[in-house]
């Protein structure tokens, strides 16, 4: 594990507690890739470690810069006992390493996909990337190298992901505040998109 995720860990534990479970998947070219999960009450906590181990590279950039580029890792909050969702740990790896794999740079407003449901029954197979520095802040490190982000994951329906390409993130995060909806629901509905 590298220096940087042994500074990850740190703060995920500084800032969510002991993790109670973790699991590790490799994919051919990229390095190891964790998930953690912390349980706070009825709400568990999952969050990759591994993905900021290398800087996220523009897929336009001639050479790519081993030190100097955005770091991340992906948190998901859902509430515990009405689905299981412990079968995100795959889900949750794979879009951690697909900067690695794609060429991918995820920042917030982004939709990642992971082309099926996130979790047995989910009605969700793909994600909305939110800002940073709520739950767990960034974290700096020494020059030259960018601080890590710690980006919140919100599980969007299909058809709410259509419905996000068109009219944008900030569109449907304000139809999810008007209408109330519980993001952490690991079962809900889809918003109401008319109107």
């Given amino acids: 594990m590298s220096d940087v995720s042994k500074l990850v860990e740190a703060r995920l534990r500084s800032a969510l507690g002991e993790p109670d479970a973790r699991a590790a998947v490799t994919f051919l070219g990229t390095g190891r890739i964790e998930v953690l999960r ?14 900021s181990a290398a800087p996220m590279t523009d897929p336009a950039a001639v050479l790519s810069d081993p030190e100097r580029g955005p770091r991340a890792e992906l948190l998901l909050s859902v509430r515990a006992g009405g689905a299981d969702t412990d079968k ?37 197979t793909s994600v909305l990337v939110a800002e940073s520095g709520g739950l767990v802040e960034d974290l700096e490190l020494d020059a030259p190298l960018d601080p890590v982000r710690f980006l919140p994951l919100l599980p969007m329906t299909p058809n709410e992901a259509a419905w996000k390409r068109v009219q944008g993130a900030p569109a449907l995060e304000e139809r999810w505040l008007r209408h109330g909806t519980d993001l952490r629901d690991p079962l809900r509905a889809a918003v109401p998109l008319n109107g």
């Fill in 88 to 124: 995100v740990l795959r889900p949750l790896a794979v879009l951690a390493a697909s900067p690695q794999v794609e060429g991918v740079v995820v920042a917030p407003g982004a939709s990642l996909d992971v082309g099926e449901p996130l979790w047995p029954g989910a009605p969700f």
């Fill in 38 to 51: 912390f349980l706070e009450g009825d709400i568990a906590r999952y969050a990759t470690l591994g993905m």
